[in-house]
């Protein structure tokens, strides 16, 4: 019996190639692609471990989970790390990162996450590349939560490693990811005695056997539905435009500020300054007393549909995520969301005032 996920005919190396150059083009790119076969922790860390070793001095900016993660890497690597943490509901500044780059002089490697989902902060990265740039280190972007969100544009803004992932609001698959890499970057992995080589964490191994071979034969099995579910986002995105798709992100997040802001009883955007807050998604505070997991459970058993979560790890006690990207990117899904916390608070002895969040998310998107 025939499947349609199923009995595919074989993907080409040049389907596979043809996929690198779309995914080039939504970057802006004209930096080698290489797309990753695995969800976007495997470019992360074959980023990091390719580039980092014992010589290496490395600024690590944590601005949420995913930068804690980072400093772990750099340092098995054997690389020396100066974190620089800032509150979870800030942005780190260019300013903050020229500091810290005057204070060790010797630094050849930063790491930053463009937008944190888990955090729903954005850092300012153009800026910060002009920063870097003018230090001459090394720069690797995780831009997993921002590609499709917001602009990521690794050649404008200097970034020499950009890891993006598909899942969030390209709305497309999680088990597939990609990274883009300058000449700088790959010069670095090839003096790197350390970087893997015939290891899967291995982004040498792809430039050497696919990209300096012209892309004709792929090293291994491509992950078929993967990377067709890849194109068929893509294609997506083109189809909307990207410009379109990423003003719609916008638009959910500054509605869903605004309708968190008049629906009231108590629960407050959680980074404080709108400019900080990441279109992917929003972080909202619950009120001292209220858990936000149990919020968000209330509120799931409502509609389980909606795009809620509560924070990870300590966070939730206190953060909800409204992870409003891909598809989810929608006023429905944006008011829902308000309506259903909005019940779930009532339910909690705390009066909100879901009429009100609508007509602020009406008048902050306007149909
Ligand atoms: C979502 C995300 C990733 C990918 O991690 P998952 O655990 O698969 O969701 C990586 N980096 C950032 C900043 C993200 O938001």
Redesign the pocket.
């Known amino acids: 019996m025939s499947h349609p996920l199923l009995d595919l005919a074989p993907l080409s190396a040049d389907r596979f190639a043809s996929i690198e150059a779309r995914v080039a083009r939504l970057l802006d790119t004209a930096q080698d692609v290489v797309i990753t076969q695995g ?3 495997l470019p ?1 860390e074959g980023a990091i471990r390719g580039t980092a070793g014992p010589g290496t001095v490395a600024l690590n900016v944590i601005t949420g989970p ?1 930068g804690q993660t980072f400093g772990d890497w750099l340092r098995d690597c054997g690389a020396t790390v100066h974190d620089l943490a800032v509150p979870f509901h800030t942005a780190v500044t260019a300013d903050r990162i020229a500091e810290a780059l005057a204070e060790h002089p010797e630094t050849d490697f930063v790491s930053l ?1 463009h ?4 955090t729903g902060n954005t850092n300012p990265v153009a800026e910060i590349g002009e920063v870097v740039k003018a230090h001459g280190a090394l720069f690797y972007l ?1 831009a ?2 921002s590609v499709g969100a917001e602009p990521v544009l690794p050649d404008a803004w200097g970034v020499d490693l950009c890891v993006i ?1 598909a ?2 609001a390209m709305g497309g698959p ?1 088990g597939v990811s990609a990274v883009s890499v300058s000449e700088r970057a790959w010069a670095r992995m090839a003096a790197n005695p350390r970087a893997p080589r015939r290891s899967y964490l291995s982004l040498l191994d792809w430039k050497e056997r696919w990209i300096d071979g012209g892309r004709k034969a792929l090293l291994h099995a491509p992950a078929q539905l993967e990377m067709l579910a890849l194109e068929a986002c893509v294609e997506r995105i083109e189809a909307e435009g990207l410009e379109t798709v990423m003003a719609r992100h916008a638009s959910a997040a500054a509605a869903t500020r605004a309708g968190v802001l008049a629906l009231g009883g108590g629960l407050e955007p959680y980074v404080h300054r709108a400019r900080e807050a990441a279109p992917v998604a929003t972080t909202l505070r619950t009120p001292a007393g209220v858990d936000a997991a149990e919020l968000v459970a209330r509120a799931l058993r409502a509609d389980p549909a909606l795009p809620l979560a509560a924070g990870g790890g300590a966070l939730a006690r206190e953060m909800i995520r409204v992870n409003h990207y891909g598809p989810l990117a929608t006023r429905e899904a944006v008011r829902g969301s308000l309506a259903a916390l909005g019940a779930a608070l009532a339910e909690q002895g705390r009066p909100a005032d879901p009429d009100a969040a609508s007509r602020a998310v009406e008048e902050t998107w306007p149909a």
């Open positions: 969800e976007a922790l992360l995913y996450v937008a944190e989902a888990a995780d997993v939560a992932g899942q969030k999680a």
